[in-house]
Nanobody, 125 residues
Framework: QVQLVESGGGLVQAGGSLRLSCAASGRTFSIYAMGWFRQAPGKEREFVAAIRWSDARTYYADSVKGRFTISRDNAKNTVYLQMNSLKPEDTAVYYC??????????????????WGQGTQVTVSS
């Protein structure tokens, strides 16, 4: 099993920045990739960004490309999501997720095996 704990959410004005962190513990050697997803009220959970653990290759949703950056610290088993130029439409609960070995990095929630509890991000206009 892998446990994930997110931190760093909060309230920010449009145009501002936040950095989310997700610390993994447990059987972290089994992690192939980690990702961030978000879910706004009344909407489905959607992909934000992912990173392959072995070589740090990154993947982004078009809606956040150029504004968000995902990174990882292997020594700390932690993944980060730096969010810049935030918009009101970025408001959501953000979830960290971990994927066991697959043929490719997942871009949908069903491809992930472990989830954090979520952290609220609110962007005011």
């Amino acid at each position: 099993q892998v446990q994930l704990v997110e931190s760093g959410g909060g309230l920010v004005q449009a145009g501002g920045s936040l950095r989310l962190s997700c610390a993994a513990s447990g059987r972290t050697f089994s992690i192939y990739a980690m990702g961030w997803f978000r879910q706004a009220p009344g909407k489905e959970r959607e992909f934000v960004a992912a990173i392959r653990w072995s070589d740090a290759r990154t993947y982004y949703a078009d809606s956040v490309k150029g504004r968000f950056t995902i990174s990882r610290d292997n020594a700390k088993n932690t993944v980060y999501l730096q969010m810049n130029s935030l918009k009101p439409e970025d408001t959501a609960v953000y979830y960290c997720a971990a994927q066991r070995q697959r043929l490719r990095v997942g871009l949908v929630p069903s491809e992930y095996d472990y989830w954090g509890q979520g952290t609220q991000v609110t962007v005011s206009s």
